[in-house]
């Protein structure tokens, strides 16, 4: 079992610059997949962001290449999700994720994942 916690959502600017945090607490955190999924007024739950267990995998959408970075602290039982160049388009509940039994080739699949956070809201103003 893993209990998720987010922090660092807020309201920002378009262009601006925002991170994310995830502590979890139980027990391996380090032999968890880690991730970030996000959910916009009227739309569906979608992936964006997932790092393996060692944090050499990175995993991203489309849509957030190049603007997002993604880590894990094991010490620190944390993950992260650095967003720059934030556009409202982002603007979504952001939910990390956790996974014991994940599958790369499935990675952006909300059912690979079976420990949820409560979410974050990110807002973008144009």
């Known amino acids: 079992q893993v209990q998720l916690v987010e922090s660092g959502g807020g309201l920002v600017q378009a262009g601006g610059s925002l991170r994310l945090s995830c502590a979890a607490s139980g027990r391996s955190f380090s032999s968890y997949t880690m991730g970030w999924f996000r959910q916009a007024p009227g739309k569906e739950r979608e992936s964006v962001s997932a790092v393996t267990v060692s944090g050499a995998g990175l995993y991203y959408a489309d849509s957030v290449k190049g603007r997002f970075t993604i880590s894990r602290d094991n010490a620190k039982n944390t993950v992260y999700l650095q967003m720059n160049m934030l556009k409202p388009e982002d603007t979504a509940v952001y939910y990390c994720?956790?996974?014991?039994?994940?599958?790369?080739?499935?990675?952006?699949?909300?059912?690979?994942?079976?420990?949820w956070g409560q979410g974050t809201l990110v807002t973008v103003s144009s």
């Open positions: 994720v956790a996974s014991s039994f994940w599958r790369s080739s499935r990675w952006f699949r909300p059912d690979e994942y079976g420990y």
